[in-house]
């Protein structure tokens, strides 16, 4: 049974930085792509980066680019997402996905889901 566990999120202030991890348990696969999403109060699910298994590709909503960096440790089957320079507006709940194969921008094509970490960046 594949499980993925976020982790890192907090309050921070705003021109602060965090970093979210992604422990991931129970692939079989090795061929996976990683992917962040977010949700705000009241909005959809939006799409924040993605990289594929070898970590040479990788993608980003042009809300965060320049800000946020997505990276991968194999070894340890966890993702990480580092977020600086963090703006109230990036205040949700991250989600982090998996998927087999190259990455996607919608979230319909990953299979699975951790439960979302919250951060808060107060105005």
């Known amino acids: 049974q594949v499980q993925l566990v976020e982790s890192g999120g907090e309050l921070v202030q705003a021109g602060g930085s965090l970093r979210l991890s992604c422990a991931a348990s129970?692939?079989?696969?090795?061929?996976?792509?990683v992917a962040w999403f977010r949700q705000a109060p009241g909005k959809e699910r939006d799409f924040v980066a993605a990289i594929s298994w070898s970590g040479r590709s990788t993608v980003y909503a042009d809300s965060v680019k320049g800000r946020f960096t997505i990276a991968r440790d194999n070894a340890k089957n966890t993702g990480y997402l580092q977020m600086n320079s963090l703006k109230p507006e990036d205040t949700a709940v991250y989600y982090c996905?998996?998927?087999?194969?190259?990455?996607?921008?919608?979230?319909?094509?990953?299979?699975?889901w951790g439960q979302g970490t919250q951060v808060t960046v107060p105005s």
């Open positions: 996905a998996v998927r087999n194969g190259f990455w996607s921008r919608q979230s319909t094509s990953y299979e699975y």
């Open positions: 129970g692939l079989t696969s090795s061929n996976y792509a």
